[in-house]
């Protein structure tokens, strides 16, 4: 292979693609035996939801996928990642089947496929049944169990359509957000042993997903998870605040990434968790630590890490504080720092022996971006992608085995608890008329597609 310089293209065989999940573009949120998730719920309760948007409508993806797979293979679009809907599946998490779900993915993929659109499909995101989170949700084995039942059954289902699988997608979300802060569904707040039993139960789901495609997925079937790793940057790229750099990922990353590559939670993250340790059973690491194809990380931000001055802290590492005037987009925790592509793909590599990893998110949340004379200039998300796409061609040129980046996200959509007021999308939404309008962002990723080079 010849070295990649600053000027060459991305690698013939690097994935651009565009994401969403079911649950924020799809609405039909009780159409067709979709039975209550813990989101439909949460939405409604006062307070929880910006404007108290609910996902009923959402984008209309569900009656519109034509249209949309059509648009996305007008831009040049050849690789999507959605997510199933586990309540329009299992309407109650287990028990009875709804074919009615099953039969609306089937036409999805066969869409997908007229339009030369390979899917890369999340069994998982986010919108767990509400009768699940009746019987305990994530702090019960009952929600485990589910899972395994659920993926087996889409594995089966859609092995003859889908070859690229991701279990579940980011774990901290639904867990530490959703059961130890309250922001996301179902609003709970636990204490942290209850809260590091949910991310333990995660990762059996996560376990379960990749038996199943062993299983079940034919063929040609790859699987992994997606992580939204904690990320950071060193302030300035010197062996000193590299090194406090790699401390502080492989310390805040222990309980997910790095259980999963030991094999066994992390001797540093037990004695940090003391007595609010997760309880492990037999066999439970031999289902977590199963070997993956690929491990997909959603990046948006990261924290700047230095080493501390001599003798000024015992601690290997230093977070440094954001100025109040850095950088951001509307999301309050998106700040602006492109290198997190880089570092977070790079110590992946290096700390846990990755061989295939995807950018399987990454883009921009912005409130105000009107449609004027049919145009939207979101000036500031072509610049954020650029930016982030070039630290991912240095990630490639220096030997990281980078090998796709999808971006987030192909349509403006519901933005969990911040509803539809941020938009993440390069094609905009009106949520009155429900049409779509390409941003100047789509053009832009258009032509870097096309061309597979940052323009
Ligand atoms: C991801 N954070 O969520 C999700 O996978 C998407 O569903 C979501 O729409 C997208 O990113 C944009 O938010 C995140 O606090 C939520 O750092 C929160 C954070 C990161 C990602």
Redesign the pocket.
């Known amino acids: 292979m010849t070295a990649l310089t600053y000027a060459s293209p991305f690698p013939a065989d690097f994935v651009f693609g565009v994401a969403a999940?079911a649950a924020?573009i799809e609405g039909a949120a009780f159409i067709d035996g979709k039975g209550e998730s813990i989101w439909d719920r949460f939405a409604r309760q006062p307070g929880k939801v910006h404007d108290g948007d609910t996902l009923d409508v959402a984008c209309d993806h569900y009656h519109r996928f034509d249209e949309d797979f059509a648009l996305m293979a007008s831009l040049g679009v050849k690789h999507y990642r959605l997510s199933l809907a586990w309540p329009r599946i299992y309407p109650n998490g287990d028990g009875e089947l709804n074919p009615a779900g099953l039969d609306f993915y089937h036409r999805l993929f066969a869409s997908m496929k007229r339009h030369g659109i390979t899917p890369w499909v999340t069994m998982f995101?986010?919108d767990l049944p509400q009768s699940l989170e009746d019987r305990g949700g994530w702090t019960s084995r009952v929600t485990v169990d589910a899972f395994a039942r659920y993926a087996d059954t889409v594995v089966q289902a859609f092995a003859g359509e889908v070859k690229h699988w991701i279990t579940m997608?980011?774990i901290r979300?639904f867990t530490q957000?959703a059961y130890g802060y309250g922001t996301k569904a179902p609003g709970r707040k636990e204490p942290q042993a209850v809260v590091n039993q949910t991310f333990h139960h995660a990762l059996l789901c996560h376990g379960h997903g990749v038996r199943a495609v062993r299983e079940f997925g034919g063929a040609g079937a790859v699987v992994g998870l997606t992580d939204?790793c904690d990320v950071c940057i060193p302030v300035t790229e010197t062996p000193a605040d590299i090194a406090a750099a790699k401390a502080w990922f492989l310390e805040k990353n222990a309980h997910v990434l790095g259980a999963m590559h030991a094999g066994h939670y992390p001797a540093d993250y037990l004695a940090r968790a003391g007595a609010d340790a997760p309880e492990v059973l037999p066999g439970d690491f031999e289902l977590i630590s199963r070997p993956t194809d690929h491990l997909g990380l959603?990046i948006?931000?990261g924290t700047y890490v230095r080493a501390p001055k001599a003798g000024a802290s015992d601690k290997a590492w230093e977070a440094v504080p954001l100025p109040a005037n850095y950088p951001k987009a509307d999301?309050p925790?998106l700040h602006i720092a492109p290198q997190c592509i880089y570092w977070a793909t790079r110590f992946c590599a290096e700390l846990y022996g990755h061989t295939s990893l995807y950018i399987t998110?990454n883009?921009c949340?912005y409130n105000d971006e009107p449609v004027v004379n049919g145009e939207v200039l979101d000036l500031h998300r072509r610049d954020f992608l650029r930016n982030h796409l070039r630290e991912a061609h240095r990630a490639i040129a220096d030997g990281v085995p980078l090998h796709g980046y999808f971006l987030?996200?192909f349509i403006d959509?519901y933005?969990?608890e911040d509803g539809y007021q941020r938009r993440?999308g390069i094609v905009h939404c009106d949520y009155e008329t429900l049409q779509r309008t390409p941003k100047l962002s789509a053009r832009y990723y258009a032509d870097v597609m096309r061309t597979r080079t940052i323009l």
Do not use: I, M, P, V
Request: hydrophobic share 30%; aromatic share 26%.
């Open positions: 999940a924020q995101h986010w997608n980011e979300c957000l939204n959603n948006y931000t999301s925790w998110e883009g949340g987030w996200s959509n933005e969990w993440f």
